[in-house]
């Protein structure tokens, strides 16, 4: 099986709350916008079909950074977002989970004979990718989510995951037109999941002895890929630990928000004034939307932007988040009128914090950083999963002198 990365998905139950996916359709609405904007669909299909990207995605978007449910809640925002922009972004999202999956067939009908595209060869690749996954991969995942994503010219995505009960893990698994060529050869562009040793994959592009005859079952030595592919490994434990961040390229993203010098020229840059939480929010997002694919490598950074729903590392700043939406709608609506000069300052803020890291930015303190999300969280109406209470009025605590920067 050939792969271009993998990362352990541990299961996790429980729900997305209103308040979070309501902003979570505004916030991936507006970063896809941007990526379409500036790149084009088919850059957009591309960082969908990389799941290192996808998982940063997830976790800038407020949700649990090492969750097997950054998969439905971003594919399922992805869908509220965009479908109703699909004519202007030339992008649609199919099928869901369950029996979301099942309607997959309809929608890619609908969106062929609004395109003039071959509907019932998008109906085949669709059901083709989802037997290859269940059937001719034999991991013991089970599919329960497909989402096809197409655009008007008919480029696709396929992202769909999996789950085995038994080891309580998730894989899911990223499919990318551009890079198939044979639905029974090395199809996929990225296969996300723990490694679980020697497993049958008959669209191996080694096996073609064993398609022809059905009996030899394909055996590739872990050791091999995991030295052909680049490995995420995402640990069971909840909270996001100092380990788990880059805390050179997080060190820089502070800098930006409370170093005065840099937070005035990162403002001058997005031509607003902005506060330091909205900044580091923008600064994180910025890099989603124009970061290369190795910015991706610690995905669990990406939850300083915003938080996590259940409180790791910190609740969900309620007024950043919506101040985030807020100047990326602002961006957006502005460069359609034909001013890019706002929606242009967040690709050179990603531009500024790249320099900063190669200037030498003192590295992050962990420990500091994330006691400073939480002494302020209440002042930005923070609220987590388990908070049944309705946002109210705005307590101002006493922020403690902290140095966010290590020695």
């Known amino acids: 099986m050939k792969r271009s990365g993998s990362a352990e998905l541990p299961l996790h139950g429980g729900r997305v709350p209103g308040w979070l996916a309501e902003r979570m359709v505004k916030l991936g609405a507006a970063i896809s916008e941007n990526i379409v904007h500036r790149y084009g669909a088919s850059e957009f299909l591309t960082r969908l079909s990389d799941p290192f990207w996808f998982q940063a995605m997830g976790c800038v978007m407020g949700m649990d950074w090492n969750s097997s449910g950054i998969t439905t809640s971003v594919l399922g925002a992805l869908k509220h977002g965009l479908n109703p922009l699909s004519k202007e972004l030339g992008i649609t999202v199919c099928g869901g989970r369950g029996k979301h999956s099942r309607k997959t067939p309809e929608e890619l009908r609908l969106f062929a004979d609004r395109c003039q595209l071959e509907g019932e060869s998008l109906v085949r690749t669709s059901r083709l990718t989802a037997r290859v996954d269940n059937n001719a991969i034999a991991d013991g995942f089970q599919l329960y989510l497909h989402n096809f994503i197409v655009t008007t010219g008919g480029e696709w995505v396929v992202v769909q995951q999996g789950m085995n009960v038994r080891s309580k893990l998730a894989r899911r698994y990223h499919w990318h037109s551009a890079q198939v060529r044979d639905f029974t050869s090395d199809p996929h562009a990225a296969i996300v999941g723990a490694h679980q040793g020697t497993i049958m994959n008959l669209v191996d592009a080694r096996a073609a002895a064993s398609q022809q005859a059905m009996l030899t079952i394909v055996k590739e030595r872990p050791e091999i890929t995991l030295r052909e592919a680049r490995h995420l490994s995402l640990p069971a434990h909840h909270a996001v630990r100092a380990e788990n961040v880059d805390l050179r390229r997080l ?11 840099f937070h005035d020229f990162a403002s001058l840059l997005l031509l607003e004034k902005l506060g330091p939480r909205t900044l580091q929010s923008l600064a ?13 490598s610690d995905p669990a950074r990406f939850s300083f932007a915003l938080g996590g729903k259940d409180g790791h590392p910190f609740p969900v700043p309620l007024q950043t988040y919506d101040e985030s939406i807020s100047f990326l709608r602002r961006s957006l609506d502005a460069a359609k009128l034909g001013n890019t000069e706002k929606v242009d300052g967040i690709r050179r803020l990603d531009q500024f914090v790249r320099a900063l890291e190669e200037r030498a930015t003192p590295y992050a303190d962990f420990d500091n950083a994330l006691a400073r999300e939480r002494a302020i969280s209440s002042s930005l109406h923070g609220r987590t999963v388990w908070d049944k209470r309705k946002s109210t009025t705005v307590v101002r605590p006493q922020i403690p002198q902290l140095s966010l920067f290590a020695d």
């Open 251 to 261: 060190g820089a993203v502070l800098a930006v928000a409370y170093e005065k010098e």
């Open 284 to 296: 994180l997002i910025a890099e989603v939307v124009h970061g290369a694919p190795s910015r991706f």
